[in-house]
C-alpha cells in the first residue's frame, strides 16, 4: 500500500522552528515530486515547497521563501520540510504528496501551530 507520513507538526512561538517530514512507502520514491501543501482554518489549500526528482531542485511559495527549506533523502524515502522564522500566519494543517507523470498520492496532515 502507499502511504505518505507526515510527522513533526506542533505548538511553537512565533519565531521558532519546527522541522516536517514525509516517510513514504509502496512506491517508486526518487520518480517522484515531492512537495508540501498547507491549509489554514477557512481558507483554500495553499502549496508551500516541491522539490524535484530529477535533480533535487526546489520551489517554494513567496510567502516562505527565505524561511523555509525543502530537502529530501531518497535512500530513506523521506522529504524534510525546515520551517524558521515561523509566522501565526503559518498556522495550518500541512499535507505532504507525491507526483509524476504517472500520477500522484496524497498523505495525512499534520497541524502546525504558531502563537503570537
Known amino acids: 500500500d502507499v502511504q505518505l507520513q507526515a510527522s513533526g507538526g506542533g505548538l511553537v512561538q512565533a519565531g521558532g522552528s519546527l522541522r516536517l517530514s514525509c516517510a513514504a512507502s509502496g512506491f517508486t520514491f526518487d520518480d517522484y515530486a515531492i512537495g508540501w501543501l498547507r491549509q489554514a482554518p477557512g481558507k483554500e489549500r495553499e502549496g508551500v515547497s516541491c522539490?524535484?526528482?530529477?535533480?533535487?531542485?526546489?520551489n517554494y511559495a513567496d510567502s516562505v521563501k527565505g524561511r523555509f527549506t525543502i530537502s529530501r533523502d531518497n535512500a530513506k524515502n523521506t522529504v524534510y520540510l525546515q520551517m524558521n522564522s515561523l509566522k501565526p500566519e503559518d498556522t495550518a494543517v500541512y499535507y505532504c504528496y507525491a507526483d509524476s507523470q504517472w500520477g500522484g498520492y496524497w498523505g495525512q496532515g499534520t497541524l502546525v501551530t504558531v502563537s503570537s
Open positions: 522539490v524535484s526528482s530529477s535533480d533535487g531542485s526546489a
